[in-house]
């Protein structure tokens, strides 16, 4: 849990910061690009087109990299989803501009942090759109996490149960129906499928903590997730 300040997970924007080519650096930036890099590839497909989308987000994750701009990140402060659309919307305009001049004949323009800082921000719906690429993007990582927890745990087959309660795969079952597959009683099933829920929000909190700068903003967060997944 992350109720104070002692437990909340402040290394995050450290490892941010970190994150390069090479080095010790190259972790973060792993985990950075697992992270986000589905909602960035689906932001690009809905606002330029699918045809070089996977081609445009490696670009945009280099050029976070090669610029120093994710270096920067933590002096922004505030969430790291926010400071993210913010930049990649930015770089959307460049890479229209840099293909434009590159087409004329012109050279290619190398984007600054503080032309990237200039440009506009994100509209609302673009913004919405990332975010709710996002909240997914969270919920199947959390969900990944505790599905290996619990077939570590239970085993293969009663993942296969317990997963229809969580959000994964398939409808769930009825309680009778995990029940009798479990071998468990109907009091013990319902006990088991609420730990496995306690435990997939704990692990929600901690992804969505990751990202953030203080605790408070943390419960923030959890509730624009379930607002934007809903809608």
């Known amino acids: 849990m992350y109720g104070s300040a002692m437990e909340f997970p402040t290394t995050q924007w450290t490892q941010i910061a970190a994150a390069s080519l090479n080095g010790e650096g190259r972790a973060a930036m792993d985990t950075l690009c697992k992270n986000y890099y589905a909602p960035v590839r689906r932001f690009v497909g809905w606002k330029r087109g699918w045809q070089?989308?996977?081609?445009?987000?490696?670009?945009?994750?280099?050029?976070?990299?090669?610029?120093?701009?994710?270096?920067?990140?933590?002096?922004?402060?505030?969430?790291?989803?926010?400071?993210?659309?913010?930049?990649?919307?930015?770089?959307?305009?460049?890479?229209?501009?840099?293909?434009?001049?590159?087409?004329?004949?012109?050279s290619v323009e190398i984007l600054s942090l503080d032309q990237i800082e200039n440009e506009p921000e994100a509209d609302t719906e673009s913004a919405?759109?990332?975010d709710k690429e996002w909240a997914v993007a969270v919920m199947d990582t959390a969900a990944a996490k505790v599905g290996d927890e619990i077939?570590?745990?239970?085993?293969?087959?009663?993942?296969?149960?317990?997963?229809?309660?969580?959000?994964?795969?398939?409808?769930p079952q009825t309680y009778d129906t995990a029940a009798?597959?479990?071998?468990?009683?109907?009091?013990?099933?319902?006990?088991?499928?609420?730990?496995?829920?306690?435990?997939?929000?704990?692990?929600?909190?901690?992804?969505?903590?990751?990202?953030?700068?203080?605790?408070?903003?943390?419960?923030?967060?959890?509730a624009h997730l379930r607002r934007v997944l809903l809608e």
Not at 80 to 97: A, D, K, P, S
Not at 151 to 171: P, T
Not at 182 to 206: D, F, N, Q, T
Request: net charge positive; no cysteine.
């Open 52 to 106: 070089d989308a996977e081609d445009v987000t490696q670009a945009f994750f280099f050029h976070l990299l090669e610029k120093g701009i994710v270096r920067n990140a933590n002096r922004l402060r505030g969430k790291f989803r926010t400071f993210l659309l913010t930049v990649l919307n930015r770089f959307l305009i460049h890479y229209e501009r840099a293909l434009l001049a590159e087409k004329r004949g012109g």
């Open 128 to 130: 919405l759109l990332f």
């Open 151 to 171: 077939q570590r745990e239970r085993g293969e087959e009663a993942f296969d149960v317990l997963k229809r309660f969580l959000g994964v795969g398939q409808e």
């Open 180 to 222: 009798t597959l479990l071998g468990l009683s109907l009091p013990a099933v319902k006990s088991e499928i609420m730990r496995w829920r306690r435990r997939l929000g704990e692990v929600v909190r901690g992804e969505v903590g990751r990202t953030v700068s203080t605790p408070q903003e943390v419960e923030e967060e959890i």
